[in-house]
């Protein structure tokens, strides 16, 4: 009887430090708030980590301060978190998602707007959870403006209006004057080459889609080429590598030799597709470029790695060549193998240029005020940066003030970095 | 009236709605919704482009104009890559479907088209990407002639970069010590200001030109002030 009361006692014991060992902290200060700038779908939540959180600060504050002495050492750590959610016409709570230890903070998506309630628990390294935190609840609220991209916006409706502006009053007579582009000016003679010679013009409209910027602007250069091709009566080929672009290619040229008064000299066959394939696209060109050896070569959109295979390839049978496009990493190697290149804003320019319409030169003048603007930040963010250079950090080594407010500025919300 | 106006309205309309989609979150998703549609409209636009591959080469052939003979290889590739697509020959079934003969991938590892692709394609566009290497050579050549006082600076200019992305460029300004005023003479130092500092300067300059000439067209299209892409009515 005597050892059995003991074994009971020892297991009464036993038990009580069992249940202490397992005890978990639960979390604090749970804050839900809506997401800004959302279509109102998303909540977010943030919380204050459980005492037994192997990453919460004032444990790394406590051993930092007992260096000497061995870190305590947690009975039931924490291991994550469980989020639990209940929306208006809920009665109980379920489960909205976990986070992993030493994670404060919570995005609920896929919501819709009305009252959600959440609370927060602890896990504990045995799987036991602690009791929830109070209970917080926001609705997700729709915006209709992202208001992050309101600077985006001011100066894009800037840049916009002063273009639209620069059209109108072209279009009401104010006279404006463009620098002479040489790539636009031979692109004429280099039809006229072609035409003395008795060889096609092989005109190339990059290898994007009809989606691409740079495509459009490459058509609208061939309207020209086709035109003056039609006044020549010299032939033109244009191979291309998307099917929407032939078909509205076929257009372009269809309408200009109309215009140019020569619709019978029309043959869609020479406006053909060839392949999506890139460099099934560049096999086929070159070996033409070979064959047939086209007097002008004019390559007007964006290019890839292409761009020097052909140019090099017309370079070898002797073409003219005039290339415009507004990719960057391809510029030098247009640059080393043509003749003329129409180098970023001068390759969009050309439409402007070469129909001499007076909205289409004032949409010039309207680009030039982007312009201004951006040298204005240019140079007021180069001075800005210079200033910083010689400005006092303060005691904790970080740079602050109305100047480092200002570069902030710049380059969060009007470079958007 | 079709030919150029329905198009216009049409590219003005999802143009606006895509900037407006930039600013609204609610019709963000409009973007993604256009971008599909694009896409539907581009398969129909490949069956137009493979209709006139086949018409322009069987053309070609019907006609023995010059190089007819690499019109009916076109022809030929085409064809067989189709068919061993479409027919999913040699294609092995879906582990779920096993008593589906067709149930696999057309692409799936093994398949016909896997091996034309693998063995035929890939093999051929890399050697036509190596060409690239030759090209950069002559193309080099022609640039860097010193004809001029700023074509005698562009050889320059190459050839520091050149030689300092070399294994042994380096060594070549070793004698010049680190610590020394004369360090910022170093071959790696000259080339980090070329390329870190007028390289970027002269890329950005053309990066904000070329922004604003696409908002100058884009605007240009949207608001139909240029229409010769379209053509005639």
């Known amino acids: ?417 | 009236m079709l030919k150029r106006t329905v198009p216009l309205i049409i590219a003005s309309i999802v143009g606006i709605v895509l900037i407006l989609a930039k600013f609204s979150p609610p019709i963000q998703s409009w973007e993604t919704e256009v971008v599909m549609w694009f896409d539907i409209l581009a398969v129909f636009a490949f069956v137009l482009g493979a209709g006139n591959l086949n018409l322009n080469n069987l053309k070609k052939i019907s006609e023995r104009k010059a190089g007819w003979g690499y019109a009916a290889i076109t022809l030929l590739a085409f064809w067989i890559t189709l068919i061993c697509g479409i027919g999913k020959l040699g294609v092995p079934p879906n582990e779920q479907y096993l008593g589906y003969a067709w149930s696999g991938s057309f692409e799936a590892e093994g398949s016909a088209f896997w091996w034309i692709f693998n063995y035929v394609y890939v093999p051929l566009a890399s050697t036509m990407f190596a060409t690239l290497a030759f090209y950069i050579s002559s193309a080099a050549f022609r640039a860097f002639r010193a004809n001029n006082v700023e074509a005698s600076l562009l050889l320059l200019t190459a050839l520091v970069v050149l030689v300092s992305q070399t294994s042994s460029g380096p060594m070549l300004s070793d004698l010049i010590p680190e610590e020394s005023t004369w360090a910022i003479f170093k071959i790696d130092t000259i080339r980090g200001v070329l390329v870190n500092l007028f390289n970027t300067l002269g890329t950005r300059a053309v990066m904000i030109g070329i922004a604003l000439g696409v908002v100058s067209t884009s605007l240009k299209v949207l608001m139909g002030v240029d229409q010769s892409y379209l053509g005639g009515d």
């Open chain 1, 1 to 417: 009887m005597r050892s059995f009361t003991i074994i009971i006692c020892l297991l009464l014991v036993a038990g009580t430090s069992d249940v202490s060992a397992q005890e978990v902290a639960p979390p604090s200060n749970l804050n839900v708030f809506d997401v800004e700038n959302d279509k109102g779908e998303e909540l977010r939540l943030t919380w204050t980590l459980s005492a037994d959180d192997p990453n919460t600060e004032t444990k790394e504050d406590v051993k930092e301060e007992s260096a000497n002495e061995p870190p305590a050492t947690l009975n039931n750590p924490v291991v994550g978190y469980l989020i639990e959610v209940k929306s208006g016409n809920q009665k109980e709570f379920a489960e909205a998602g976990k986070v992993d230890a030493g994670v404060s903070e919570f995005k609920a998506d896929d919501l819709e707007r009305q009252e959600y309630s959440y609370r927060v628990k602890a896990i504990g390294a045995d799987g036991s959870f602690s009791t929830a935190t109070g209970i917080s609840a926001a609705t997700p609220v729709r915006q209709w403006v992202d208001r992050s991209k309101i600077y985006f916006g001011f100066f894009m409706l800037v840049v916009c209006g002063s273009v639209v502006y620069f059209i109108e009053a072209a279009k009401a007579g104010k006279q404006l004057k463009v620098r002479k582009i040489a790539g636009l000016e031979a692109i004429e003679e280099a039809v006229g080459r072609a035409t003395e010679m008795g060889r096609d013009c092989l005109f190339i409209p990059g290898i994007q889609d009809i989606n691409d910027i740079q495509t459009v602007a490459g058509l609208i250069v061939l309207n020209r080429v086709a035109e003056l091709t039609a006044e020549y009566d010299a032939g033109l080929d244009v191979p291309t590598t998307r099917s929407l672009v032939m078909t509205v290619a076929r257009e372009t040229v269809d309408g200009a030799y109309t215009s140019a008064g020569r619709p019978d000299l029309y043959n869609p066959d020479n406006i053909y597709y060839v392949t999506d394939e890139q460099f099934g696209f560049v096999a086929a060109v070159t070996g033409k470029m070979v064959r047939e050896k086209p007097a002008a070569c004019f390559y007007m959109g964006a290019f890839y790695a292409e761009s020097l295979i052909f140019a090099e390839t017309a370079n070898t049978v002797g073409a003219i060549q005039i290339a415009g496009t507004a990719m960057p990493s391809q510029l030098p190697f247009f640059v080393a193998a043509c003749d003329y290149v129409l180098i970023g804003e001068e390759f969009f320019a050309a439409s402007a240029y070469l129909s001499g319409e007076p909205q289409q030169l004032g949409s010039l003048k309207g680009q030039d005020v982007g312009k201004f603007i951006a040298g204005l930040f240019l140079i007021v963010g180069a001075l800005l940066m210079t200033v910083s250079q010689f400005v006092h950090r303060g005691a904790s080594g970080e740079k602050t003030g109305p100047l480092q407010d200002a570069i902030s500025f710049m380059t969060e919300s009007l470079l958007g970095t």
